[in-house]
């Protein structure tokens, strides 16, 4: 039985807070009668006045309700890890939806598997690109030019996997499962507009690779990315060009984790 | 012929074994030598068929099933291996065809549960459309309709569609082991694998299995745009490895992750190593900085392939790159639309002391937009030219230099155009770092240089027609308008024009002007036949032709602009004012020339030693070389990087 926080980061989602709010709760109700003791937490950062009714609205379904006054989702993150009570988090972002499986599942190999040093991910992103809408497919066959994908996940334990792929992409979503302990070893760092660095997962990503962590795919499990066409945080950063901080990342060729 | 008792049991026995799978007009169509025989197509197959290896139907490969059974069993089942398959539970997984699985048909199916039941209902049951998890009949019949003619599909992609890179279900491909362990099918689960004729073939499921999209369209109901592009098209939507950044991002990720690992201290970004006179710049730049400052340099070429920077750096640039790595961008992010940041993450990876960019968009999109970030780590520098309202190269200046982040330098081989950018950047704070570095002539052979004054002042006074040499790159920016119009004033002098678009020169009704192409050498032009050389231009930098030329000691007419009065006087060469429409700058032309050819060859003599010596006093690789120490000091005592 694993015991467990689940956490949904809001920034300015609107109604997209409903969706994602009513996925979260069936994967905590699902991982629930997998035998899961699992919380269900609202983290708000600078919440615009949508988001804000939106998640209040859904009152019973939360566990709590937390706001902060960042502006920065990894500040935001690090809010979250302090105030959680269980020994595990699981990270949302507060536009995406998860999988049934994903948690009851995450849950199992947290279980089974030494998490100590170990973040575990799902197998399977779907970047679902609302702008395919307007080049939807009637058959079988994606219409050329559709946007939205399939990207699967490896573990850094995997014998081709290459850290050193860090520097060029990230290749971990944000929406992991760990221990508490283990993200506070590994705390998120804000956006440093003056250095120019920002990315927060990215940065978060490889710093943690080059100090050993582990990342871990759950098999069998899909988180789900809706790419926007505006407003995402992949476009702000964009917009910001900011990089990832890499600099932990060792200068070894072929370096394994 | 009479067969031993035995044998006629034995033969009888797999006759009516066979029987209900044996697939006889199937069997003379595939063998037409078996019409010719005398026996029946099952007891040929039985006698002589199967031991040959031939197939009783399209859904029973005899050699490839064979290959499942290693060991010998009984006597009786030697060489007959749909025998020993008919008389194998099909829980055993043996399978009778590489599209055939019959413990998943089993599992949809649990009636079939007999090997021959299973084996003929593949023929004569319409219902059964998945054959294995990864062929559909109806799938494969679906995506290619050109064979809706084709009786016996699992057949048709065994023995063609493989080939023909056809799938077999639409989510689903077959591939050669070795494309699936090198390339883009790695980011693709194996489900299955099979040799057949020769090779050993991987089938991957391109999207995710039916348990993911189940989930998938779970949330669907919570959100229908997660099935934007189609509700029946989301099973085989691309599917990318996260790590293979190659499908993912259309990048060389290995290459980039090779390059990434040297210790550069400088790299130096440009568009490629061409006849551009910012090319030939950065060309001694790097020089100087691998020579003489001993810092390792890399040259990433942003325009042009890898293939064209080998060769031109073994030619045009032979002389100054031999030890610089160079290396095309192009051709390890060509295909990506965030070019600029990946190479702002490159040189974040490389972090070297020096970062310096000249005329390519992706490398001043990169640290105008990157800069900060890499500033961090790098001294950033940006060579600007020249810049004019007219111009080819204002655009860069105009873009970008007000982007570069706190610290950078502008380099350039003028102080003109410093002059014309601290119009707008703010230099007294001191933000951005000017410096004016101009580039080295080098010495010409001088007893070619001898031989060419000589014969040029033996000529000079009895000669009365001129002949001018121009040589340049021929576009408007270059003022060749006036060029013609100039050499109409002088029609008894001729005019030679080399460069860029002058081979197909026409004369314009300007019968002295003479096409001849680019010159790939200057040193090896023969200028002994020329009087003067003559540059037009409405705007430039520091014109590298005209510095060659005054090293080469012919006389030259040349117009005031960029940073050629900065090193030559009006006593070395003959200047000449633009004017403010192409006939006005004709005229003015006309008249420099006049007024060169109207000196005493003592005279003319004299301005070109004159030239040459204002040339050496600010072009020399001496000085060059201090300049560019002093340009490099701050970040040359110490590596930046964070390694």
């Known amino acids: ?257 | 012929m009479q067969l031993p008792r035995r044998e006629t049991m034995q033969m009888a026995r797999l006759r009516a074994m066979y029987a209900p799978v044996f697939m006889a007009g199937w069997y003379l169509k595939r063998y037409p030598d078996v019409v010719n025989s005398e026996l029946d197509p099952l007891d040929h197959f039985v006698a002589q068929g199967e031991k040959e290896g031939r197939d009783p139907s399209p859904y029973f490969k005899t050699m490839w099933v064979a290959t499942q059974f290693p060991g010998r069993s009984t006597e009786h089942d030697q060489d007959r291996p749909l025998s020993r398959f008919l008389s194998t539970p099909i829980r055993s997984g043996i399978k009778p065809h590489p599209c055939i699985d019959p413990v998943w048909i089993l599992a949809q199916r649990p009636e079939l549960s007999e090997a021959a039941a299973l084996l003929k209902a593949l023929d004569v049951d319409d219902t059964i459309d998945h054959t294995s998890e990864w062929f559909s009949r109806r799938e494969y019949a679906t995506l290619y309709p050109d064979l809706a003619n084709v009786e016996y599909l699992e057949d048709h992609f065994l023995s063609r569609g493989i080939v023909e890179e056809r799938r077999p279900r639409s989510s689903y491909r077959v591939v050669e082991r070795q494309e699936f362990l090198r390339g883009s099918a790695r980011a693709c689960k194996p489900v299955d694998s099979f040799a057949w004729d020769g090779s050993d073939f991987v089938v991957i499921s391109t999207g995710p299995g039916k348990e993911i999209l189940q989930q998938v369209m779970s949330q669907a109901a919570l959100d229908p745009r997660i099935c934007s592009a189609g509700v029946n098209a989301i099973a085989a939507l691309p599917t990318f490895l996260a790590t293979d950044l190659g499908a993912r991002d259309l990048i060389d990720v290995d290459g980039l992750i090779r390059l990434a690992q040297s210790p550069y201290d400088a790299v130096i970004v440009l568009p490629g190593l061409g006849l551009g006179g910012a090319e030939k710049y950065l060309s001694q730049v790097a020089h100087v900085l691998d020579r003489r400052l001993e810092m390792a340099v890399l040259v990433l070429a942003t325009d042009v392939a890898q293939d064209q920077v080998d060769e031109l750096a073994r030619t045009v640039r032979k002389g100054l790159l031999g030890r610089v790595d160079t290396v095309a961008l192009r051709d390890l992010v060509d295909r990506t639309w965030k070019a600029d940041q990946i190479l702002a993450l490159l040189l974040l990876a490389i972090g070297p002391k020096l970062i310096i960019v000249a005329n390519s968009e992706i490398g001043f999109a990169c640290i105008s937009k990157y800069g900060k970030a890499l500033s961090n780590y790098s001294h950033l520098v940006a060579c600007f030219f020249s810049e004019s309202p007219f111009a080819i190269g204002s655009p860069y200046s105009a873009r970008f230099a007000d982007a570069l982040p706190a610290g950078s330098s502008i380099w350039s081989d003028n102080a003109a155009v410093q002059e014309q950018l601290g119009q707008r950047l703010d230099r007294a704070s001191g933000w951005i770092d000017f410096a004016v570095v101009p580039q080295y002539v080098e010495s010409a052979d001088g007893y070619m240089v001898l031989a060419e004054v000589a014969l040029r002042s033996s000529r000079w006074a009895r000669s009365r027609a001129k002949r001018v040499l121009w040589i340049s790159r021929w576009d408007r920016f270059k003022n060749t308008e006036s060029l013609k119009r100039a050499a109409a004033l002088r029609p008894t002098d001729s005019f030679d024009v080399f460069g860029p678009s002058t081979e197909s020169l026409t004369s314009d009704g300007i019968p002295n002007i003479k096409g001849h192409g680019p010159v790939w050498d200057l040193a090896r032009l023969d200028l002994s036949e020329y009087d003067c050389f003559l540059f037009t231009s409405q705007f430039e930098g520091m014109p590298n032709v005209v510095l060659e030329m005054v090293a080469r000691q012919i006389p030259v007419v040349a117009p005031r602009v960029g940073g050629l009065t900065e090193t030559f006087s009006d006593n070395g060469i003959t200047f000449y004012a633009n004017g403010s429409t192409q006939e006005e700058t004709a005229i003015r032309i006309n008249a420099a020339l006049a007024t060169l050819f109207s000196l005493e060859e003592s005279a003319m003599r004299r301005r070109c030693v004159t030239a040459a010596d204002e040339l050496w006093e600010r072009h020399s690789f001496e000085g060059f070389v201090e300049r560019l120490r002093r340009a490099t000091q701050d970040v040359a005592s110490e590596r930046l990087s964070h390694g």
């Open chain 1, 1 to 257: 039985m694993v015991d467990l926080t689940l956490v949904l980061n809001f920034h300015a989602e609107g109604h997209l807070a409903k969706v994602s709010t009513a996925s979260a709760a069936m994967a905590v109700e699902r991982a629930k009668r997998g035998g899961n003791q699992v919380r269900l937490i609202a983290v708000m950062d600078r919440p615009d006045e949508l988001t804000r009714s939106v998640v209040e609205s859904h009152g019973s379904i939360w566990d709590g309700i937390l706001e902060c006054d960042f502006g920065d989702l990894g500040l935001a993150r690090n809010f979250a890890v302090d105030s959680v009570a269980t020994p595990w988090l699981c990270f949302m972002d507060g536009d995406d939806l998860c999988g049934d499986e994903w948690l009851v599942k995450a849950c199992l190999v947290a279980e089974t598997e030494d998490c100590s040093r170990a973040f575990l991910h799902p197998e399977w992103i779907f970047y679902f690109n609302e702008s395919d809408l307007l080049n939807q497919s009637q058959t079988a066959t994606p219409r050329p030019g559709a946007k939205s994908f399939y990207m699967r996940q490896v573990s850094s334990t995997e014998p081709h996997f290459d850290a050193n792929v860090l520097r060029f992409n990230n290749v971990y979503t944000s929406n992991q499962l760990g221990l508490i302990s283990l993200y506070k070893g590994f705390p998120f760092r804000s956006v440093d507009h003056v250095r120019g660095f920002g990315v927060e997962d990215w940065t978060w990503n490889a710093t943690g690779l080059a100090m050993g962590v582990r990342h871990l795919v759950v098999p069998e499990t899909v988180h789900l990315v809706r790419v926007r066409e505006i407003d995402s945080l992949g476009k702000a950063n964009a917009r910001a060009n900011l990089l990832p901080e890499l600099t932990p990342l060792p200068r070894v060729h072929g370096l394994r984790v």
